[in-house]
C-alpha cells in the first residue's frame, strides 16, 4: 500500500468517491471558501 503524499492531486470525482460526499456538496463547500482546491496548468481543481 502506498501513502499519500502532499505533492498528490486528487480530482473532485476521487475525493467525493474516497469520503462519500457527492460533487455537488464539494462544490457548495468550495463556494463559500469552508474548502480549498488549486487549479492545474488546464486550471482543472485539483
Known amino acids: 500500500m502506498t501513502g499519500f ?3 498528490d ?3 473532485i ?3 467525493s468517491a ?3 460526499a457527492a ?3 464539494l462544490r ?3 463556494e463559500p471558501g469552508l474548502i480549498a482546491s488549486e487549479r492545474d496548468a488546464r486550471s ?3
Open 28 to 30: 457548495f463547500y468550495e
Open 18 to 20: 474516497r469520503t462519500g
Open 23 to 25: 460533487v455537488s456538496a
Open 9 to 11: 492531486r486528487l480530482g
Open 44 to 46: 482543472r481543481r485539483r
Open 13 to 15: 470525482g476521487e475525493v
Open 5 to 7: 503524499r502532499p505533492d
